[in-house]
C-alpha cells in the first residue's frame, strides 16, 4: 500500500512540477505542494528501498523544455528545504549542529523568498555573455536575448566605472519578478483593450521570460534583484553579507537583508519581515536563512537537491487552492440572498477555511465557478477568505453548473431580481432571517417612531420568541416584558405606551415602515398621496404604479412582488386588526406636486465615494430621476465615479453630460430649492 503511494506522490508531483515550470500554470497551491512533497520525502525516509533516482525529491525543477537552448550551470542551482515555525528552524539548527559544531556560533542572514523566475547570469570579462533559467539545477534554458530586456539586469559590470574591477568570470544567481503596481498596470491595460489578464505576477514573470520572441518579453515590466555568486573566477566571498555588498557594489540590484547573531534572533526577526511583506511592493512567500559564513555553510554539504546550510522559512499562505464541495445561499438582514462556497477544508493563513464567499451570483455566472470545481482561495489581512475563480483544467466533466435559487432558503416564498441588479432578495417581511432588521427599521424614527425601542429591545424580543414580525409589537404582553431581565416598570410602560402612539401615525409613515425595497419616505408620500390606503395600494397595477412621476419600473416591481407574498398580506391583515390602518384624503393627480428630477435620466458608473451606488440611485429616484442601465443618446447625465468603465466613452462620444459626485448633489440642492421657491 505504501509502495502504491510513494508511486502515486511521485506522478502527482511530477505533473505539478511540468504545469509550474514549463507551463507557468500551476493547478494547486505551493501550500499543496509542500505537503506532497514532504509526505513523499517522509515515506522515501522510512522506504529508502522504495526511492527512485527520478523521484521528484531528487532534483530541483524540471527538465529544461525542447523549445530553448540549453546551458549547463557551473554549480548546481539548488532548492530548499521549508520550514513553516519557529519550533522548526531551531531543529534545523540542531540538525547541521551536530555535522559541525561551529554552527552554535554561526550568524545569519536573513533575505526575502522572492516569488519570482531564478535566473542565472553568466558575465564574461565584465559584459554580461549569456543567461538561462534553473532547469534541472544541473542544465537550464538559455533565455538570453530576453533577459536583455530587463532594464535592472546590468549589462556591464561594475555600473559605476570606479568600482572593483570584474573578474573574467563572474555568474551570479538572481529572481525575476514583477512588482505588484506593474502588474496591475499590466493588468487594466489589457482588460481595457479585451486581452485576457494574468492570475498572478509570479507566472506571468515566467511566461515573459519563456517567450521564443523576445520583443514580447520586452513589453513585460520585468525586474530583478540577486543574492548569490555561483561561480568568480577572482574566488567567493567569505559571509553572505560581503556577497551582497560585492553585488552592490558591482551594480547589482540586491535585496533588503537582516544579519542575526543568533537562530533565536532569527525568529525574533520573523515578525518584522511578517510585517515588511505587506508594505513592499512585490510578492514574497517567506524568507530565507542561511548561515552567513559561506565556508562552513558549503561545508554542511547537500541533503537530496538542498543544501544544509540554509532553510526557507515559509509565511502561511495567503492563497490556496482547494475543492468546492457545494454553494449554499446566506439571507442578510436586508434580505439580500449571497452565495458563499462549502469547501474541503484548508488553511489559509494559519487559519482553517471551510466556507468562503462567492461575492454573488453575477460573478459565479461571470468565473464559470462550478460545485465541484477546484477553486483558488484568497485571504488577504484578517478578511472573510473569497474564491478568486475555478481552474478549469484539471475539470473532470462531473461539476456541476449552480442556478440561483427562485426560493428564499429560509422562508421559502419567491425571490425577487430585478433584471439590470445585481442583488437578488427575499421580500417576504415573515423571513425569520430579516426579522430584526424588519423590526428595527419599522420602529425607526422616519418610519413609526416607536420611542425607547433601540435595537438591543428588538434583539431581546426576538430572542425570547416574543416578537416573530413587526405586527406582533401590537400583542406584547406587560408581564412577558416584566420578566425580561433588565425590563422594570417604568420602562415597559414607557415602552407599551409608545408602541400604543405608533398606531396615530399617519399612512406615509406606515408605508415607509413595511420597508418595501426602494420606498424611502418621498416615495412613502407619493404612495399615500395618490392611494390614500394600504387597501386601495394593495389593488395597484404596475401601470397605475409605473405613471407616477418619481416612480420607475423597478420600484413598480418591488411594490407589487410585496404584496404578492402571502406572509405580507397576513401581517397587513394583522396590523389592520390591531387598529393600524391610518388614512387619508386622495389627491388629484395634477395636485401633487412634481418632483425635482421629474423625467431626468441618469447612468452611473465607476466606484463611488460620497455614496454607495444603490443609495445614490435610490436618492435619484425618490427625487424623480429614473437610473437606467446603459448609456443611449436619450440620457441626460452620467455619473462618474472612479475607475470608470465602458460607458464612460460611450457618454463622451454621444456628448452626454458629465457629472462627478458633487456636481450631483449640487444639483439636486438647486433643483429643490428652485422648486420651494416656486
Given at each position: 500500500?505504501?509502495?502504491?503511494?510513494?508511486?502515486?506522490?511521485?506522478?502527482?508531483?511530477?505533473?505539478?512540477?511540468?504545469?509550474?515550470?514549463?507551463?507557468?500554470?500551476?493547478?494547486?497551491?505551493?501550500?499543496?505542494?509542500?505537503?506532497?512533497?514532504?509526505?513523499?520525502?517522509?515515506?522515501?525516509?522510512?522506504?529508502?528501498?522504495?526511492?527512485?533516482?527520478?523521484?521528484?525529491?531528487?532534483?530541483?525543477?524540471?527538465?529544461?523544455?525542447?523549445?530553448?537552448?540549453?546551458?549547463?550551470?557551473?554549480?548546481?542551482?539548488?532548492?530548499?528545504?521549508?520550514?513553516?515555525?519557529?519550533?522548526?528552524?531551531?531543529?534545523?539548527?540542531?540538525?547541521?549542529?551536530?555535522?559541525?559544531?561551529?554552527?552554535?556560533?554561526?550568524?545569519?542572514?536573513?533575505?526575502?523568498?522572492?516569488?519570482?523566475?531564478?535566473?542565472?547570469?553568466?558575465?564574461?570579462?565584465?559584459?554580461?555573455?549569456?543567461?538561462?533559467?534553473?532547469?534541472?539545477?544541473?542544465?537550464?534554458?538559455?533565455?538570453?536575448?530576453?533577459?536583455?530586456?530587463?532594464?535592472?539586469?546590468?549589462?556591464?559590470?561594475?555600473?559605476?566605472?570606479?568600482?572593483?574591477?570584474?573578474?573574467?568570470?563572474?555568474v551570479v544567481r538572481g529572481e525575476a519578478f514583477i512588482r505588484i503596481p506593474d502588474f496591475e498596470k499590466l493588468n487594466k491595460s489589457l482588460d481595457k483593450r479585451g486581452k485576457k489578464t494574468y492570475v498572478n505576477p509570479r507566472n506571468t514573470a515566467a511566461g515573459s521570460l519563456r517567450q521564443l520572441n523576445s520583443s514580447l518579453t520586452a513589453k513585460r515590466p520585468l525586474t530583478l534583484l540577486t543574492y548569490q555568486i555561483v561561480a568568480s573566477s577572482d574566488g567567493m566571498p567569505p559571509t553572505q553579507k560581503e556577497t551582497l555588498e560585492y553585488l552592490k557594489k558591482m551594480g547589482?540590484?540586491?535585496?533588503?537583508?537582516?544579519?542575526?547573531?543568533?537562530?533565536?534572533?532569527?525568529?525574533?526577526?520573523?515578525?518584522?519581515?511578517?510585517?515588511?511583506?505587506?508594505?513592499?511592493?512585490?510578492?514574497?512567500?517567506?524568507?530565507?536563512?542561511?548561515?552567513?559564513?559561506?565556508?562552513?555553510?558549503?561545508?554542511?554539504?547537500?541533503?537530496?537537491?538542498?543544501?544544509?546550510?540554509?532553510?526557507?522559512?515559509?509565511?502561511?499562505?495567503?492563497?490556496?487552492?482547494?475543492?468546492?464541495?457545494?454553494?449554499?445561499?446566506?439571507?442578510?438582514?436586508?434580505?439580500?440572498?449571497?452565495?458563499?462556497?462549502?469547501?474541503?477544508?484548508?488553511?489559509?493563513?494559519?487559519?482553517?477555511?471551510?466556507?468562503?464567499?462567492?461575492?454573488?451570483?453575477?460573478?459565479?455566472?461571470?468565473?464559470?465557478?462550478?460545485?465541484?470545481?477546484?477553486?483558488?482561495?484568497?485571504?488577504?489581512?484578517?478578511v472573510i477568505p473569497y474564491v478568486m475563480g475555478p481552474v478549469k483544467d484539471i475539470r473532470t466533466g462531473n461539476e456541476l453548473i449552480f442556478s440561483p435559487p427562485h426560493h428564499c432558503p429560509v422562508c421559502d416564498e419567491p425571490v425577487e431580481h430585478i433584471e439590470g441588479e445585481v442583488a437578488w432578495y427575499c421580500v417576504n417581511a415573515n423571513c425569520e432571517a430579516q426579522l430584526i432588521r424588519n423590526v428595527e427599521h419599522y420602529v425607526s424614527r422616519p418610519a413609526m417612531d416607536i420611542v425607547g425601542m433601540g435595537i438591543k429591545i428588538v434583539e431581546k424580543l426576538a430572542q425570547?420568541?416574543?416578537?416573530?414580525?413587526?405586527?406582533?409589537?401590537?400583542?406584547?404582553?406587560?408581564?412577558?416584558?416584566?420578566?425580561?431581565?433588565?425590563?422594570?416598570?417604568?420602562?415597559?410602560?414607557?415602552?407599551?405606551?409608545?408602541?400604543?402612539?405608533?398606531?396615530?401615525?399617519?399612512?406615509?409613515?406606515?408605508?415607509?415602515?413595511?420597508?418595501?425595497?426602494?420606498?424611502?419616505?418621498?416615495?412613502?408620500?407619493?404612495?399615500?398621496?395618490?392611494?390614500?390606503?394600504?387597501?386601495?395600494?394593495?389593488?395597484?397595477?404596475?401601470?397605475?404604479?409605473?405613471?407616477?412621476?418619481?416612480?420607475?419600473?423597478?420600484?413598480?416591481?418591488?411594490?407589487?412582488?410585496?404584496?404578492?407574498?402571502?406572509?405580507?398580506?397576513?401581517?397587513?391583515?394583522?396590523?389592520?386588526?390591531?387598529?393600524?390602518?391610518?388614512?387619508?384624503?386622495?389627491?388629484?393627480?395634477?395636485?401633487?406636486?412634481?418632483?425635482?428630477?421629474?423625467?431626468?435620466?441618469?447612468?452611473?458608473?465607476?466606484?463611488?465615494?460620497?455614496?454607495?451606488?444603490?443609495?445614490?440611485?435610490?436618492?435619484?429616484?425618490?427625487?424623480?430621476?429614473?437610473?437606467?442601465?446603459?448609456?443611449?443618446?436619450?440620457?441626460?447625465?452620467?455619473?462618474?465615479?472612479?475607475?470608470?468603465?465602458?460607458?464612460?466613452?460611450?457618454?463622451?462620444?454621444?456628448?452626454?453630460?458629465?457629472?462627478?459626485?458633487?456636481?450631483?448633489?449640487?444639483?439636486?440642492?438647486?433643483?429643490?430649492?428652485?422648486?420651494?421657491?416656486?
Amino acid at each position: 500500500m505504501e509502495h502504491q503511494r510513494i508511486r502515486d506522490l511521485q506522478e502527482q508531483l511530477r505533473y505539478h512540477n511540468y504545469r509550474y515550470y514549463i507551463l507557468n500554470d500551476p493547478v494547486i497551491s505551493d501550500v499543496e505542494w509542500d505537503r506532497l512533497y514532504h509526505e513523499l520525502l517522509d515515506l522515501e525516509v522510512i522506504h529508502p528501498d522504495l526511492k527512485t533516482q527520478d523521484s521528484p525529491t531528487q532534483r530541483a525543477g524540471t527538465q529544461p523544455s525542447d523549445a530553448f537552448d540549453r546551458l549547463e550551470h557551473p554549480a548546481p542551482i539548488l532548492s530548499l528545504d521549508n520550514a513553516f515555525s519557529g519550533d522548526e528552524l531551531i531543529a534545523w539548527q540542531e540538525r547541521v549542529r551536530k555535522l559541525d559544531p561551529q554552527v552554535a556560533e554561526s550568524a545569519y542572514s536573513l533575505e526575502p523568498k522572492l516569488d519570482g523566475l531564478t535566473v542565472v547570469l553568466h558575465y564574461e570579462n565584465g559584459i554580461f555573455a549569456r543567461g538561462a533559467t534553473r532547469g534541472n539545477s544541473e542544465i537550464g534554458e538559455e533565455i538570453t536575448e530576453n533577459l536583455r530586456t530587463i532594464r535592472s539586469l546590468p549589462l556591464r559590470i561594475p555600473q559605476d566605472p570606479d568600482g572593483p574591477q570584474p573578474p573574467g568570470l563572474l555568474v551570479v544567481r538572481g529572481e525575476a519578478f514583477i512588482r505588484i503596481p506593474d502588474f496591475e498596470k499590466l493588468n487594466k491595460s489589457l482588460d481595457k483593450r479585451g486581452k485576457k489578464t494574468y492570475v498572478n505576477p509570479r507566472n506571468t514573470a515566467a511566461g515573459s521570460l519563456r517567450q521564443l520572441n523576445s520583443s514580447l518579453t520586452a513589453k513585460r515590466p520585468l525586474t530583478l534583484l540577486t543574492y548569490q555568486i555561483v561561480a568568480s573566477s577572482d574566488g567567493m566571498p567569505p559571509t553572505q553579507k560581503e556577497t551582497l555588498e560585492y553585488l552592490k557594489k558591482m551594480g547589482f540590484p540586491v535585496p533588503e537583508y537582516d544579519i542575526c547573531d543568533s537562530i533565536q534572533e532569527v525568529i525574533e526577526k520573523l515578525e518584522k519581515w511578517d510585517l515588511l511583506r505587506k508594505t513592499i511592493d512585490y510578492e514574497i512567500d517567506g524568507v530565507v536563512i542561511k548561515i552567513n559564513d559561506l565556508e562552513l555553510a558549503g561545508s554542511l554539504g547537500v541533503v537530496g537537491k538542498a543544501p544544509r546550510g540554509a532553510i526557507a522559512y515559509k509565511f502561511p499562505a495567503q492563497v490556496v487552492n482547494t475543492q468546492l464541495e457545494e454553494i449554499r445561499v446566506n439571507v442578510g438582514r436586508t434580505g439580500v440572498l449571497t452565495p458563499y462556497a462549502v469547501l474541503s477544508a484548508v488553511e489559509i493563513g494559519g487559519v482553517t477555511v471551510r466556507q468562503a464567499t462567492l461575492h454573488n451570483f453575477d460573478f459565479i455566472s461571470e468565473k464559470d465557478i462550478r460545485v465541484g470545481d477546484r477553486v483558488m482561495i484568497k485571504r488577504a489581512g484578517e478578511v472573510i477568505p473569497y474564491v478568486m475563480g475555478p481552474v478549469k483544467d484539471i475539470r473532470t466533466g462531473n461539476e456541476l453548473i449552480f442556478s440561483p435559487p427562485h426560493h428564499c432558503p429560509v422562508c421559502d416564498e419567491p425571490v425577487e431580481h430585478i433584471e439590470g441588479e445585481v442583488a437578488w432578495y427575499c421580500v417576504n417581511a415573515n423571513c425569520e432571517a430579516q426579522l430584526i432588521r424588519n423590526v428595527e427599521h419599522y420602529v425607526s424614527r422616519p418610519a413609526m417612531d416607536i420611542v425607547g425601542m433601540g435595537i438591543k429591545i428588538v434583539e431581546k424580543l426576538a430572542q425570547e420568541d416574543l416578537v416573530r414580525n413587526v405586527s406582533d409589537l401590537y400583542h406584547l404582553d406587560k408581564d412577558d416584558l416584566l420578566a425580561l431581565e433588565g425590563f422594570g416598570e417604568k420602562k415597559v410602560n414607557n415602552l407599551l405606551d409608545a408602541i400604543e402612539k405608533s398606531k396615530s401615525q399617519p399612512l406615509a409613515r406606515l408605508i415607509t415602515a413595511l420597508g418595501i425595497r426602494g420606498v424611502g419616505e418621498v416615495v412613502a408620500s407619493i404612495l399615500a398621496s395618490r392611494f390614500g390606503s394600504l387597501d386601495a395600494l394593495k389593488r395597484a397595477t404596475f401601470d397605475d404604479l409605473d405613471n407616477i412621476a418619481g416612480i420607475g419600473p423597478n420600484i413598480t416591481q418591488a411594490i407589487l412582488d410585496w404584496f404578492a407574498i402571502e406572509g405580507n398580506q397576513e401581517i397587513l391583515s394583522s396590523l389592520n386588526n390591531s387598529g393600524v390602518w391610518p388614512t387619508m384624503d386622495v389627491l388629484d393627480p395634477d395636485q401633487v406636486n412634481s418632483l425635482p428630477l421629474d423625467d431626468k435620466s441618469f447612468v452611473l458608473t465607476g466606484t463611488l465615494v460620497g455614496y454607495s451606488r444603490n443609495k445614490l440611485k435610490e436618492l435619484l429616484q425618490s427625487l424623480g430621476g429614473r437610473v437606467i442601465g446603459s448609456v443611449s443618446a436619450k440620457t441626460d447625465f452620467l455619473v462618474l465615479g472612479e475607475n470608470p468603465g465602458s460607458k464612460y466613452e460611450k457618454a463622451l462620444e454621444l456628448g452626454i453630460t458629465i457629472l462627478s459626485e458633487n456636481d450631483v448633489l449640487k444639483m439636486i440642492e438647486q433643483e429643490v430649492d428652485e422648486q420651494e421657491g416656486n
